[in-house]
Structure formats: C-alpha cells, structure tokens
C-alpha cells in the first residue's frame, strides 16, 4: 500500500490498482494539491503497462464532496492569471481521468457532490451504493459546475443537465442509474463483493482490446462531431488492424480451441 498524501494507492498482481480519496474528515474534498498529485498519478497509469486498469473510491463514508470549499473560497486573493491557471488544472485532472486509456472503474461508497460527480462522468463503469447521494449542488452556494459540464453532460445530456445543473437538488442512486451516470446500484453491505465480482468481468477483455474499446468510443464520437464522412473508414482500418494483432489472433484462437485466452488466469 502507497500512501500518498490525500489518497492510497494499492495494487494487486493482476495489474487492478485502486486510487482511494483519504480525507475522510472533510469527506475526501479536493484541494489543488489533490488535484496536481492525482492528474500525475493518472498520467503514469496511463503510461504504465501494468496497470490493467483503475478503480477510483473514498475512504469513510463518502465518495468525494468535490472541491474542498476552503479553498475555493480562497481564490478571491488570487490574480485573475493564477485563478484561470487553477481551473485549468482542475479541468486537467478530469481530462487526463477522462482520456485515461486503462479502463477506470468507480466504486461510490457514498455521497459524491459537485466536482465528485464530475469524477465519476470521467469514469468508464460505475458502481454505487443504494444510499449514496448525488448532486450538482454548486448553484446552491453561488457556484457553477463549470468545468466538470463536459464531462457529465457527455454522460447525462442536456435534458438532465438542465433539470438538476439550474436545481442544485440532490439526486439518489435510483435516479443517477436512470440518467446514465451510474451503471449499477447494490446496497452498501454488497458493494466490495460486486466491484470484485465486476473487476473480474473487465479482466476477461484482452488487455489491448479494453484500451482500444474506449478509444474507439471516442474517436467515433470525434469522427461524427467532426469529420462524419470518415467514421466508416475508421472503424474499418481499426478493426483490420486488431484482428490480426497478436492479442485479436490469439482471443480468436482461444474460443475456437475451446481454451482459455493467454491474459485469464487458468
Ligand atoms: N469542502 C470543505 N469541507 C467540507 C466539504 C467541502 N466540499 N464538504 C464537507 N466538508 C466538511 C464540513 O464543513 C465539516 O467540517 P467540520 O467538521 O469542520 O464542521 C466536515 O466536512 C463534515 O461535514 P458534515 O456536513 O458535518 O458531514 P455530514 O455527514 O453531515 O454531510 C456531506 C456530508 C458531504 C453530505 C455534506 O458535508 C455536504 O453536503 N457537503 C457539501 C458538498 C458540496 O456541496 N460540494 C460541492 C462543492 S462545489
């Protein structure tokens, strides 16, 4: 276990390491040394070819309360320049989460607010507990979810996000399913056993393929936005090109064989 300042991060033989946010007192808020320890960490996971993948979870009894409001509110002494400069990092962490090639799973052990659900939109699968609490309660103080709007409305749309960005009301983990920022509630009791049970389903994916899934996501979503008439081409030269890759040759092999492929474990 490596424990580095604000979070812990541990890692099992099978390449799973697990980010835990640890500031339980103010329920894991992040400040900007959170934010410019955590977008490092990401950026060498990213890099990192035994990292299969990440999971993201709080200590205590909530996820995160997003940006740590102490210091936030200290920003009126900061210059115009150094206040940009720090939202520009804040949309950094959520960008490089984001655009993390491993997939990033959250675990939502409770309440995640404001720029803690901004976290969990950057995450490619999220599992909740039934009593966790959500919200983009940023209006209610004054605030705006700013630079986390990209990233939830990329997951929420424009109908959620206009219902509870202008609200700021607190949503449950039944409505968070409803709106596609949550993937799966269990009750709180469950949810090591099912995140287990999940993270075991993930590693059954080739360890280039689940890489290339989530990048495949999102340059098709470039493609359309940008340039429509080269999706098909696209998708055409990535599928020539991974099915004759060692990993696509040997996936192939394995269920034609009838044997496992050579990333699970026997
Ligand atoms: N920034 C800084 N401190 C925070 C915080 C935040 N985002 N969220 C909670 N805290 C602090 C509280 O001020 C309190 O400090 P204290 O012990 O010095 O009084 C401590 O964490 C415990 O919080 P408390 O509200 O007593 O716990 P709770 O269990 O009753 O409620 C929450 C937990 C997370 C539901 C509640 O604290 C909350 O709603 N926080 C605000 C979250 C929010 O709106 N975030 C958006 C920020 S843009």
């Not at 103010?26 to 890099?47: G, P, V, W, Y």
């Not at 969990?120 to 979810?145: H, N, Q, W």
């Not at 960005?165 to 709106?179: C, K, N, P, Y």
Request: glycine residues 8%.
């Amino acid at each position: 276990m490596n424990v580095e300042n604000h979070y812990i991060k541990e890692v099992d033989p099978r390449g799973v390491v697990t980010i835990t946010l640890n500031r339980p007192e103010i329920h894991n808020a992040f400040n900007d040394q959170i934010i410019n320890d955590l977008t490092r960490e990401f950026q060498s996971l990213d890099s990192d070819d035994s990292c299969r993948m990440v999971v993201l979870t709080g200590a205590g009894k909530s996820f995160c309360a997003g940006a740590d409001l102490n210091w936030m509110k200290g920003m009126a002494n900061y210059s115009d320049d150094e206040n940009i400069e720090d939202s520009r990092r804040l949309s950094g962490l959520f960008e490089t989460i984001n655009k993390c090639r491993k997939p990033v799973l959250a675990k939502v052990n409770g309440a995640a607010l404001g720029g803690g659900t901004g976290l969990i939109a950057c995450c490619d699968f999220v599992m909740a507990c039934k009593s966790a609490k959500f919200g983009f309660t940023e209006v209610r103080l004054g605030l705006l979810p700013a630079v986390i709007s990209p990233f939830v409305m990329a997951k929420i749309g424009e109908s959620n996000a206009r219902a509870w960005f202008l609200s700021g009301e607190r949503f449950d983990a039944t409505v968070a399913l409803q709106i596609g920022l949550v993937h799966q509630v269990v009750p709180l009791d469950d949810l090591e056993t099912s995140m287990s049970r999940m993270i075991e389903k993930f590693l059954l994916a080739g360890p280039m393929a689940a890489c290339e899934a989530k990048k495949l996501v999102m340059n098709v979503l470039k493609f359309k936005n940008e340039n429509p008439s080269e999706v098909t081409e696209y998708t055409c030269q990535t599928i020539s090109r991974i099915r004759t890759s060692p990993e696509g040759q040997e996936g192939m092999g394995a269920l034609l064989e009838k044997r496992k492929p050579n990333w699970v474990e026997s």
